[in-house]
């Protein structure tokens, strides 16, 4: 099916998409496992069902997908060609005339696919995610999700109900030692408790369910003074309880982020829009934007920070390569807040950094490729293997000396 594909792409290709595929599920599993106890942890307090902790995980893929992305291109390269450089392959090929170049052909065909992917996520299915996250989240908060009554806790229901529950069992279907204290508009109070109950949903009003009781005590007190309490016992009753009523959820578009392409080139370039409208939605565009265009520059880091010195295998470029990675995307939100306030042009906050970024990456791989010999780390692998020298020599003299205690030590 490849078979226009050279042979040495195919081979490079397969070198650089395995990597890829392992570091882009796992940062984006970790990413969503953070999120995942936090959510539990929410939705427990909320009282909400466990499904939608799921749903809004389903939300934010989209989000971590768009971040993983970049970083799983940038090591699935580097690692390949790191492959390359240390099983000595890589001499090869430069030995028979194949540069650095022609090498990444392969890798930026897949950049280039994974660059309109990241753009149809950024502009397109990440602001629609994200909305229908903060949707969720305010259905929760609200009670539209059909939030649970908590067990050993009183629960108050259109502020002239309280209700505790001892147990529940079925899902919250059936309910075990039930207090409820209602009041009316006349000021007669009902202090019921009942053995168990449990909701009865209603045809003619769905803002309204039933609590069947069953065998229970109910107190009336009136609220006049010298009035004695009426006290009746029931093998079945029914209490009719309003729901409160779930306003609306928001239109899409509170935050910039919910805006997709068209939408923020709209108010972004408005002159019936306000300033400071104006200058979020050119901030946003632009951290979207630049995040996606510096994906171009990924492949030429991955080999600058890939190929070790000779006769060593370090790993200190993979480092190195996630502490850049992730410290230019913090700039870029840095930069992306202070546009947003008006306080410096988008252009300066985030293109700025995105040209000195590039002229660094250029920098380096032009070191590796066109310099023999040249190593665009080379003052931090030399520091890098001098410490890790002295850190070894250390561990082998505490081993040394505990041989020699223990060789003079007087045998019992």
Do not use: C
Not at 211 to 240: M, N
Not at 270 to 287: I, L, P, V, Y
Not at 357 to 382: H, K
Request: proline share 5%; glycine share 8%; charged share 20%.
């Amino acid at each position: 099916m490849f078979n226009f594909i050279p042979a040495i792409d195919r081979y490079i290709l397969r070198l650089v998409i395995v990597p890829m595929i392992g570091v882009f599920t796992l940062a984006a599993s970790l990413l969503i496992l953070d999120k995942m106890l936090r959510l539990f942890d929410f939705v427990a307090v909320e009282g909400g069902p466990v499904g939608v902790v799921f749903k809004m995980l389903g939300a934010l893929i989209p989000e971590y997908a768009s971040l993983a992305i970049p970083l799983g291109l940038l090591l699935g390269i580097l690692l390949a060609f790191r492959k390359l450089a240390t099983s000595s392959e890589l001499d090869v090929f430069r030995a028979v005339g194949l540069g650095y170049g022609r090498l990444l052909r392969g890798p930026y065909i897949i950049t280039v696919i994974l660059m309109a992917a990241n753009v149809a996520l950024v502009f397109y299915v990440q602001p629609v995610s994200r909305y229908y996250y903060e949707q969720l989240e305010y259905e929760l908060r609200s009670g539209a999700l059909g939030a649970s009554i908590k067990v050993g806790e009183f629960t108050t229901l259109k502020d002239r109900m309280a209700l505790r529950i001892d147990e529940s069992r079925d899902d919250g279907r059936e309910l075990i030692g039930i207090f409820a204290r209602a009041q009316n508009s006349k000021g007669e109070v009902l202090s019921i408790t009942a053995k168990e109950g449990n909701f009865l949903a209603t045809k003619d009003s769905p803002d309204t369910i039933i609590l069947r009781l069953t065998d229970g005590t109910i107190v009336q007190r009136t609220g006049a003074e010298g009035s004695t309490p009426r006290v009746l016992s029931f093998t079945r009753h029914d209490l009719p309880i309003d729901l409160p009523r779930v306003e609306e959820f928001r239109a899409r578009g509170d935050a910039e982020r919910e805006y997709i392409l068209p939408e923020l080139v709209r108010i972004g370039w408005s002159d019936s829009e306000t300033e400071a409208k104006r200058d979020a939605s050119q901030a946003s565009f632009n951290f979207r934007l630049v995040e996606v265009v510096m994906m171009i520059l990924m492949p030429l880091l991955a080999v600058a920070l890939a190929i070790p010195p000779k006769r060593s295998s370090s790993a200190l470029g993979v480092f190195v390569s996630i502490v850049m990675v992730v410290a230019y995307h913090k700039v870029n939100q840095y930069g992306e807040d202070i546009a947003a306030l008006g306080r410096i042009d988008p252009i300066i906050a985030l293109w700025g950094p995105f040209f000195i970024f590039a002229a660094l990456i250029v920098w380096m791989y032009y070191r590796v490729a066109f310099v023999p010999g040249g190593q665009a780390i080379g003052a931090l692998e030399t520091a890098f293997g001098k410490a890790t020298k002295q850190f070894g020599k250390l561990f082998s003299r505490k081993k040394r000396g505990n041989d020699t205690a223990a060789a003079l030590a007087p045998a019992e």
